[in-house]
């Protein structure tokens, strides 16, 4: 590794305008430039984080943000020519000498560039032009206007909600000045927000708290003006508040049968549940409720899809609501402002409004809250839509870190709305000290130019098995994932654990260090829970080692995040308060509680300090909730896919909020950092070449389950082990046991992190700005001897062998020390470590689970009665409805599949197909690609997944039949058969699949009739 330091990253001072920026090129040596970074964003197609292209994206510069910037400049220094007393007084208040709380220099300039976009003369504002958002042809032909927005992109951190209180003083206070007169001005602006979190905290903007508003506890207004400013309104709302309500419901139940209000009809998903509610943006409906609906006429059944009982699951409907008048919503919304003209309204958070393209496109189904995001964004923009065509909106004012389109937008996505018009983005607030520096691995001893902490998830997909790895509708196997990501994980957490004694030896913060875990889906975020909280890892993981991470019954030290906020009020007091020891109190001393916070915890029997009080970890699916404003996060692991740098930059600032805003005596901030393993965040990705040719298209077929062919369906279970009966016995032949070679360039024990500053190919460069870091797992090893690691294997191994010979524990127990022993043979005849790995890195997950298969492989067992197969505990089942997929090779059509194709892999396999297409017997079949059916078999003590080649439903689906064709015999070839015959074995002796039957073809002649024989047998 190597060991030297550079410059830090922090060049400004964060209450000036930068004049310093780095730039940064792969192969030199990073060089500090003069003047302004340029404001600009790199483009890449939806998607192409995932793929391993080399055009990862495009630098395209902010013509409009530039000269939007360069005329300010100039407006500033001519004395902001055009603008308003009160305005020039707002302005000379904010940059006065002397203020005991210094304005942010990106503060400004946002409050700046509005209002010099407001109030410039003319002659300052030629050439620029801000394209509105203009509505979608179909939503033009209902009669819906262009929305005039002006976004400020500000980098997490840098205080949107100070400037939100600036605006909403500037042009309440015009308003008034001018007796009500001046249309560029409104008394009444409308906050929008995305969650509960962000609307209590947004409170302060409210100017009738007086000395409590934001407006005095920041001097934002000078004292004279408070008597005006309170004569305006500041009214917060959360988006949900512009979903139209069933008319004259109570709970929404008797307005369906009621017939009341406007009819409004909509097309929606409804899944069948045991309790009606909407969650993560779902609707879930009882089948009493789904059915009853139907008889009255308030649901229109478009498709539906059906269990193997043919009750309905899931259904598209369009369902018939009877909502609320206009008019009606609009005092709702509103309530005073209903009767104001031509609003104000602010944004927050507005990267979630946006208006979705015509067709909705291709996603993840497998990604929790996508389809929340994409239902939030329509209802948010409907709204404002709604109050600009009944009251008029004057101005929309977005704020966010990222301003950008998500998706289903068609080749808009991730880019920026269009109507940004002042920028000062992460790599400002980075240089200008407004934020953690973000730490990413940089490199490892695998030599890659990506190490592969970079990019966990990538790096762990072509490690797994066929059968673990899923696809676009099947989730991969948690299992998998967490076996894979335990030693980054483990390596991380000893980091944190070293940050949180450090900050207690230093006793200046008694507040512990958070750390954070960003799953993909709610399975896997329950497994990671189980392992890092509750000590309960699944088998072939060890345990964590991580104790200051566990839960006890007198202390909540992780929580898991599953579910949105706003459906969970106490998971939402606990987040609000993460970091906080107590609560503020008032002038008597007593403490202020949130509303209903009382009594909830008297509801719940929980103490009344703040229930995060003691939370050093979070598991959390997607992004966690915006407005977030914890600032003792310190490490974060992202273990999910991220399809977009937008979404990086969202999990990444979660962790970036200072501690600290004490400059150094040289007016710079002190540097704060942010660890973080697993989040893909280029900050400054690749530019592509200009004179690149374009890639060739090339042709592909989708291959799927087709839903009108769902009596075709076949499900088989999911088997990644057996249970035997066998005689107790803990022999071992150590010269026929296989041994593990511990290669530390293969799963890296140390990685040297930077500043998230990459090169311009958006590589991690170990020569940006910053200091190096070396990360090891030597307080991993620290804590987790060798002789404790053992005991933790010997219990693991106990406990997986009773499983698979069916004895009883307990009755192993007086066995421990032989199991003990056995684990720490293993460690000294067959752990071969190349330095720095060492030999008790065996117990680092995947080495972990494969000594474990090469011990039970080789035990001693004897007296087998019989087998029964052990199911996987989160995915028990897969089906054909599970198979969607591209393919580049050519494929066949058949009728007789769930499928609408079969991809062969040679001629035999396309003569077998057309047999099984067209042969009485069959009832339907599929080819194994894309399904994930996956034996399991060890070979050399190594385990592996076998793929057969097809599976053929007979019987009405009490009879299987695999097929494999094989045009070789070998050492293999003889494994895989013998597991397919014990698999076969197992599941049917097992019954609750019915019987299953294997057939090896071994010659192409013998295909029809070898089939022909088994199908009729």
């Given at each position: 590794?190597?060991?030297?330091?550079?410059?830090?990253?922090?060049?400004?001072?964060?209450?000036?305008?930068?004049?310093?920026?780095?730039?940064?090129?792969?192969?030199?040596?990073?060089?500090?430039?003069?003047?302004?970074?340029?404001?600009?964003?790199?483009?890449?197609?939806?998607?192409?984080?995932?793929?391993?292209?080399?055009?990862?994206?495009?630098?395209?510069?902010?013509?409009?943000?530039?000269?939007?910037?360069?005329?300010?400049?100039?407006?500033?220094?001519?004395?902001?020519?055009?603008?308003?007393?009160?305005?020039?007084?707002?302005?000379?208040?904010?940059?006065?000498?002397?203020?005991?709380?210094?304005?942010?220099?990106?503060?400004?300039?946002?409050?700046?560039?509005?209002?010099?976009?407001?109030?410039?003369?003319?002659?300052?504002?030629?050439?620029?032009?801000?394209?509105?958002?203009?509505?979608?042809?179909?939503?033009?032909?209902?009669?819906?206007?262009?929305?005039?927005?002006?976004?400020?992109?500000?980098?997490?951190?840098?205080?949107?909600?100070?400037?939100?209180?600036?605006?909403?003083?500037?042009?309440?206070?015009?308003?008034?000045?001018?007796?009500?007169?001046?249309?560029?001005?409104?008394?009444?602006?409308?906050?929008?927000?995305?969650?509960?979190?962000?609307?209590?905290?947004?409170?302060?903007?409210?100017?009738?708290?007086?000395?409590?508003?934001?407006?005095?506890?920041?001097?934002?207004?000078?004292?004279?003006?408070?008597?005006?400013?309170?004569?305006?309104?500041?009214?917060?709302?959360?988006?949900?508040?512009?979903?139209?309500?069933?008319?004259?419901?109570?709970?929404?139940?008797?307005?369906?049968?009621?017939?009341?209000?406007?009819?409004?009809?909509?097309?929606?998903?409804?899944?069948?549940?045991?309790?009606?509610?909407?969650?993560?943006?779902?609707?879930?409906?009882?089948?009493?409720?789904?059915?009853?609906?139907?008889?009255?006429?308030?649901?229109?059944?478009?498709?539906?899809?059906?269990?193997?009982?043919?009750?309905?699951?899931?259904?598209?409907?369009?369902?018939?609501?009877?909502?609320e008048s206009d008019t009606k919503w609009l005092r709702r919304v509103l309530e005073d402002g209903s009767r104001k003209r031509n609003i104000m309204v602010f944004n927050d958070e507005a990267h979630h409004a946006y208006r979705l393209g015509e067709s909705e496109e291709e996603e993840d189904e497998d990604d929790d809250?996508?389809?929340?995001?994409?239902?939030?964004?329509?209802?948010?923009?409907?709204?404002?839509?709604?109050?600009?065509?009944?009251?008029?909106?004057?101005?929309?004012?977005?704020?966010?870190?990222?301003?950008?389109?998500?998706?289903?937008?068609?080749?808009?996505?991730?880019?920026?709305?269009?109507?940004?018009?002042?920028?000062?983005?992460?790599?400002?607030?980075?240089?200008?000290?407004?934020?953690?520096?973000?730490?990413?691995?940089?490199?490892?001893?695998?030599?890659?130019?990506?190490?592969?902490?970079?990019?966990?998830?990538?790096?762990?997909?072509?490690?797994?098995?066929?059968?673990?790895?899923?696809?676009?509708?099947?989730?991969?196997?948690?299992?998998?994932?967490?076996?894979?990501?335990?030693?980054?994980?483990?390596?991380?957490?000893?980091?944190?654990?070293?940050?949180?004694?450090?900050v207690a030896a230093k006793g200046e913060d008694d507040r512990p260090p958070v750390f954070i875990v960003v799953c993909k889906n709610i399975k896997l975020s329950r497994l990671v829970y189980d392992w890092l909280a509750m000590d309960n890892p699944p088998p072939g993981v060890p345990k964590s080692g991580l104790s200051?991470?566990?839960?006890?019954?007198?202390?909540?030290?992780?929580?898991?995040?599953?579910?949105?906020?706003?459906?969970?009020?106490?998971?939402?007091?606990?987040?609000?308060?993460?970091?906080?020891?107590?609560?503020?109190?008032?002038?008597?001393?007593?403490?202020?509680?949130?509303?209903?916070?009382?009594?909830?915890?008297?509801?719940?029997?929980?103490?009344?300090?703040?229930?995060?009080?003691?939370?050093?970890?979070?598991?959390?699916?997607?992004?966690?909730?915006?407005?977030?404003?914890?600032?003792?996060?310190?490490?974060?692991?992202?273990?999910?896919?991220?399809?977009?740098?937008?979404?990086?930059?969202?999990?990444?600032?979660?962790?970036?909020?200072?501690?600290?805003?004490?400059?150094?005596?040289?007016?710079?901030?002190?540097?704060?950092?942010?660890?973080?393993?697993?989040?893909?965040?280029?900050?400054?990705?690749?530019?592509?070449?200009?004179?690149?040719?374009?890639?060739?298209?090339?042709?592909?077929?989708?291959?799927?389950?087709?839903?009108?062919?769902?009596?075709?369906?076949?499900?088989?279970?999911?088997?990644?082990?057996?249970?035997?009966?066998?005689?107790?016995?803990?022999?071992?032949?150590?010269?026929?046991?296989?041994?593990?070679?511990?290669?530390?360039?293969?799963?890296?024990?140390?990685?040297?992190?930077?500043?998230?500053?990459?090169?311009?190919?958006?590589?991690?460069?170990?020569?940006?700005?910053?200091?190096?870091?070396?990360?090891?797992?030597?307080?991993?090893?620290?804590?987790?001897?060798?002789?404790?690691?053992?005991?933790?294997?010997?219990?693991?191994?106990?406990?997986?062998?009773?499983?698979?010979?069916?004895?009883?524990?307990?009755?192993?127990?007086?066995?421990?020390?032989?199991?003990?022993?056995?684990?720490?043979?293993?460690?000294?005849?067959?752990?071969?470590?190349?330095?720095?790995?060492?030999?008790?890195?065996?117990?680092?997950?995947?080495?972990?689970?494969?000594?474990?298969?090469?011990?039970?492989?080789?035990?001693?067992?004897?007296?087998?009665?019989?087998?029964?197969?052990?199911?996987?505990?989160?995915?028990?089942?897969?089906?054909?409805?599970?198979?969607?997929?591209?393919?580049?090779?050519?494929?066949?059509?058949?009728?007789?599949?769930?499928?609408?194709?079969?991809?062969?892999?040679?001629?035999?396999?396309?003569?077998?197909?057309?047999?099984?297409?067209?042969?009485?017997?069959?009832?339907?079949?599929?080819?194994?690609?894309?399904?994930?059916?996956?034996?399991?078999?060890?070979?050399?003590?190594?385990?592996?997944?076998?793929?057969?080649?097809?599976?053929?439903?007979?019987?009405?689906?009490?009879?299987?039949?695999?097929?494999?064709?094989?045009?070789?015999?070998?050492?293999?070839?003889?494994?895989?058969?013998?597991?397919?015959?014990?698999?076969?074995?197992?599941?049917?002796?097992?019954?609750?699949?019915?019987?299953?039957?294997?057939?090896?073809?071994?010659?192409?002649?013998?295909?029809?009739?070898?089939?022909?024989?088994?199908?009729?047998?």
């Amino acid at each position: 590794m190597l060991d030297f330091q550079v410059e830090s990253p922090i060049q400004n001072s964060p209450y000036d305008e930068p004049t310093r920026w780095w730039r940064i090129v792969p192969g030199e040596t990073p060089q500090l430039m003069d003047g302004r970074r340029p404001a600009a964003y790199y483009w890449r197609k939806a998607g192409g984080a995932e793929e391993d292209n080399e055009d990862v994206g495009t630098e395209i510069t902010l013509i409009m943000v530039n000269r939007i910037r360069d005329r300010v400049r100039q407006w500033r220094a001519e004395g902001f020519q055009g603008a308003s007393r009160i305005s020039l007084e707002l302005l000379a208040w904010w940059q006065r000498e002397g203020r005991a709380q210094r304005l942010f220099f990106a503060q400004l300039e946002a409050a700046m560039t509005v209002i010099f976009l407001t109030e410039a003369r003319p002659d300052y504002l030629q050439g620029i032009d801000i394209r509105p958002d203009a509505p979608t042809e179909r939503q033009a032909t209902d009669g819906i206007k262009p929305l005039m927005r002006w976004a400020c992109k500000m980098a997490t951190g840098s205080g949107k909600t100070t400037v939100m209180g600036m605006l909403a003083a500037w042009t309440i206070l015009n308003k008034v000045a001018s007796g009500g007169r001046d249309a560029r001005f409104a008394d009444f602006v409308l906050v929008v927000c995305p969650n509960v979190t962000i609307r209590s905290r947004l409170g302060e903007l409210d100017p009738g708290r007086g000395d409590a508003s934001l407006y005095r506890t920041r001097d934002l207004v000078p004292p004279h003006l408070m008597a005006l400013l309170v004569q305006g309104r500041v009214l917060v709302r959360n988006w949900h508040a512009f979903e139209l309500q069933d008319d004259g419901s109570v709970g929404g139940d008797s307005a369906r049968v009621v017939k009341r209000g406007r009819e409004l009809r909509e097309r929606r998903t409804v899944r069948i549940a045991d309790k009606a509610t909407t969650a993560r943006g779902n609707r879930y409906m009882t089948l009493d409720a789904y059915r009853k609906a139907q008889v009255l006429g308030l649901l229109e059944v478009v498709s539906e899809a059906r269990d193997e009982h043919g009750v309905p699951v899931q259904a598209e409907v369009i369902e018939t609501r009877y909502v609320e008048s206009d008019t009606k919503w609009l005092r709702r919304v509103l309530e005073d402002g209903s009767r104001k003209r031509n609003i104000m309204v602010f944004n927050d958070e507005a990267h979630h409004a946006y208006r979705l393209g015509e067709s909705e496109e291709e996603e993840d189904e497998d990604d929790d809250g996508l389809d929340a995001y994409y239902r939030e964004a329509t209802v948010w923009v409907e709204g404002l839509d709604r109050i600009n065509r009944l009251t008029g909106i004057s101005r929309v004012m977005d704020f966010s870190a990222t301003p950008y389109y998500l998706g289903r937008v068609g080749n808009n996505a991730n880019r920026p709305f269009p109507w940004v018009v002042s920028d000062f983005g992460l790599m400002e607030a980075i240089e200008s000290g407004l934020t953690k520096i973000p730490q990413f691995a940089a490199r490892d001893l695998t030599g890659e130019p990506i190490p592969g902490y970079f990019n966990i998830w990538r790096w762990i997909l072509p490690q797994l098995k066929a059968s673990e790895r899923g696809g676009r509708k099947q989730a991969a196997k948690p299992e998998a994932i967490l076996r894979h990501a335990f030693t980054p994980m483990v390596m991380l957490g000893g980091l944190w654990q070293q940050r949180a004694r450090d900050v207690a030896a230093k006793g200046e913060d008694d507040r512990p260090p958070v750390f954070i875990v960003v799953c993909k889906n709610i399975k896997l975020s329950r497994l990671v829970y189980d392992w890092l909280a509750m000590d309960n890892p699944p088998p072939g993981v060890p345990k964590s080692g991580l104790s200051d991470f566990l839960n006890t019954p007198e202390r909540e030290n992780t929580i898991r995040v599953d579910s949105t906020v706003e459906e969970d009020a106490w998971m939402r007091f606990t987040l609000d308060t993460v970091g906080r020891r107590d609560w503020s109190r008032d002038t008597m001393g007593r403490p202020i509680y949130p509303d209903g916070f009382v009594e909830l915890a008297e509801k719940l029997k929980k103490p009344l300090h703040p229930p995060g009080r003691d939370v050093r970890a979070i598991i959390s699916v997607g992004m966690l909730t915006e407005g977030w404003d914890c600032n003792t996060v310190t490490h974060i692991v992202g273990l999910r896919p991220f399809m977009s740098q937008l979404l990086c930059e969202q999990v990444v600032g979660r962790g970036l909020r200072r501690a600290g805003y004490e400059p150094d005596p040289d007016g710079k901030l002190p540097e704060e950092i942010a660890q973080i393993f697993g989040v893909p965040f280029q900050v400054v990705p690749f530019k592509a070449q200009a004179s690149a040719a374009p890639k060739p298209q090339v042709q592909t077929w989708r291959v799927r389950a087709l839903p009108e062919r769902a009596p075709l369906e076949i499900k088989f279970p999911r088997v990644d082990g057996y249970i035997v009966q066998a005689r107790r016995s803990l022999d071992i032949d150590w010269e026929r046991v296989d041994a593990i070679q511990i290669d530390p360039t293969r799963l890296p024990v140390s990685v040297e992190m930077k500043a998230g500053l990459p090169a311009a190919d958006g590589t991690p460069m170990v020569g940006a700005p910053g200091r190096v870091e070396e990360v090891t797992l030597a307080e991993y090893r620290l804590h987790n001897r060798l002789q404790t690691q053992a005991m933790r294997a010997a219990h693991e191994l106990m406990r997986e062998y009773a499983r698979r010979t069916a004895v009883d524990v307990e009755v192993l127990r007086p066995l421990f020390g032989s199991f003990v022993a056995l684990v720490l043979g293993f460690v000294q005849r067959k752990a071969l470590a190349y330095p720095p790995a060492q030999k008790s890195d065996v117990f680092l997950a995947p080495n972990y689970s494969r000594m474990q298969e090469i011990l039970l492989e080789h035990l001693t067992v004897s007296g087998t009665e019989g087998l029964r197969p052990r199911f996987e505990q989160h995915r028990p089942v897969g089906s054909t409805a599970d198979v969607d997929y591209s393919t580049r090779k050519e494929p066949m059509p058949v009728l007789r599949s769930h499928l609408n194709f079969v991809v062969a892999d040679s001629q035999w396999e396309r003569i077998a197909a057309t047999v099984l297409d067209t042969h009485p017997k069959v009832e339907s079949f599929v080819k194994n690609s894309g399904l994930g059916f996956a034996i399991p078999y060890t070979l050399r003590g190594t385990a592996h997944d076998y793929l057969p080649d097809f599976v053929v439903k007979l019987d009405g689906g009490q009879r299987h039949l695999v097929v494999e064709i094989k045009g070789v015999t070998d050492e293999l070839s003889d494994a895989k058969k013998r597991a397919a015959q014990q698999w076969c074995e197992a599941v049917s002796g097992e019954g609750s699949f019915g019987r299953w039957d294997f057939l090896q073809i071994e010659s192409r002649q013998t295909i029809p009739g070898q089939l022909a024989a088994a199908l009729e047998a």
